[in-house]
């Protein structure tokens, strides 16, 4: 067998190995960061001044106590409705995070928004009628200290899902639908 049949034979391996692995039922890759490495995060609700610190995954798997407690924190305060988040928005902002060097708090603006919430918000306007808030896809936030325009920059190069930018309400929007920028 010559040198490139050998390495013919070794790729066409590990293309079948690779696709084996993605077809196997249950098999979904969780996220796209670094799977090996803690993720903490330290957030605060600016409407409701609550805050927490939480190692959410721990290196191999998320720690549902923690996802709860990020739930609890994300909630929509105007009608104190807490829903399940989407866990790749936190590990979305803790990889921002990592990439701009920010090691201080996370302020929500807003998390989950009910149905309710968002119709309110509709007729004031700026709000989607079928925002991903809604399924908990989705987060309103700054880093303290870090200018907008870096968040946001930092946002769209992860290429995770939608990112908004409004600076006069001092917030970069992520969710985790389609990859889009406005």
Known sequence: MSDFDYMRRQLLIAGGLTLGAC???GMAIASPFKATNPR?????????????????????SYIKTELKRIDNICRDF?????????KRLFDAITEIQANLGHKGQ????????????????????GV??????????????????????????????????????????????????PVRRW
């Not at 105007?78 to 989407?86: F, G, H, I, P, Y």
């Not at 939608?162 to 969710?175: A, E, L, Q, R, W």
């Open 78 to 86: 105007r009608q104190n409705e807490v829903a399940k988040m989407d």
């Open 106 to 125: 996370v302020r929500i603006i807003s998390g989950y928004r009910s149905p309710a919430t968002n119709k309110m918000l509709q007729k004031k306007g």
């Open 128 to 177: 989607a009628t079928k925002s991903y808030h809604m399924k908990g896809q989705a987060i309103d936030f700054n880093l303290e200290g870090v200018s907008l325009s870096k968040v946001r920059k930092a946002a769209i190069d992860l290429q995770l899902g939608g990112v908004g930018y409004y600076p006069k309400s001092n917030f970069v929007h992520i969710d985790t639908g």
């Open 40 to 60: 903490k995060i330290s957030l605060c609700n600016i409407h409701t001044g609550e805050d927490i610190d939480s190692e959410f995954f721990n290196g191999e």
């Open 23 to 25: 077809l196997v039922p």
